[in-house]
């Protein structure tokens, strides 16, 4: 039987806010994929055979000229193949740079990625919400990803939110980063600068390579 596979970037809710940052007047704005211009991952011959799915949010930094400068797994799969693959696919696409205060600079970004062989038996999807129920904290904060896409209901945008919160409140990186963008932009929660500046401290304090750029190029004196 021929296996119908799906890979695809998401549309990110996790990306940093564009318009003002902490700073006041300063105008921030993160690279764009070139979608025009990048040949999308070919999911893993190894990986179709182990059956493996997943998620990948990729993080790329991306020069004052639009050029790649380096690739990081900000949020794995679970899959060292999908990971490889999507990290060497999105290492290749052409972008647009970063602007702050309309001048290009070096700036990382996001990249969500979704690999799932057939979405319509809802396989991985059920594998992730049981590991979301088993205190598993990465699929809690991808299992909320998911629930917040665009054609979700508002019932099901909820949980995701709930989903998400508790995931930065146990310690996940990624999900302080997407809390302290929400605060930032004031997206389906208030805004709260202060609470933005406290989240991104947390997620870069475990290194996360978005959170320590979003501090560096706004500033803050919370």
């Known amino acids: 039987m021929e ?42 011959k190894s ?27 900000l949020l794995s799969s679970g899959s ?11 290492r290749k ?10 001048q290009p600079v070096t700036m990382w970004m996001q ?24 205190g598993d904290v990465q699929a809690r904060y991808a299992l909320g990803v998911m629930l917040e896409m665009p054609r979700r209901t508002e019932t099901e945008k909820d949980a995701g939110l709930h989903l998400v919160i508790s995931a930065a409140e146990a310690g996940e990186p990624m999900a302080q980063v997407s809390m ?9 929660i208030p805004r709260d600068i202060a609470e933005a500046h406290r989240w991104y401290a947390k997620a870069a304090a475990q290194g996360n390579v978005v959170a320590m750029d979003h501090l560096r190029l706004l500033g803050d004196d919370h």
Do not use: H
């Not at 809710?13 to 007047?25: D, H, K, Q």
């Not at 799932?116 to 999807?125: A, C, M, Q």
């Not at 302290?180 to 389906?188: I, T, V």
């Open 111 to 134: 990249v969500q990625y979704l690999w799932s062989i057939d979405p319509s038996n809802g396989k991985w999807f059920n594998g992730l919400r049981q590991a979301a129920l088993d």
């Open 93 to 102: 696409c052409a972008y647009q740079p970063g602007m702050v205060n309309d």
């Open 180 to 188: 302290a963008a929400r605060y930032e932009s004031g997206k389906r």
């Open 80 to 90: 060292a193949d999908l990971d490889q693959a999507a990290q060497a696919a999105f």
């Open 3 to 44: 296996r119908i596979t799906s890979a695809f970037v998401l549309a990110s809710i996790l990306s940093l806010v564009c318009g003002p940052g902490f700073a006041e007047g300063t105008r921030f704005k993160q690279p764009v994929l070139d979608g025009k211009q990048c040949k999308f991952p070919e999911y893993p």
């Open 47 to 73: 990986a179709l055979r182990k059956d493996q799915e997943g998620l990948d949010i990729v993080g790329v930094q991306v020069d004052q000229n639009g050029a790649v400068l380096d690739t990081k797994i």
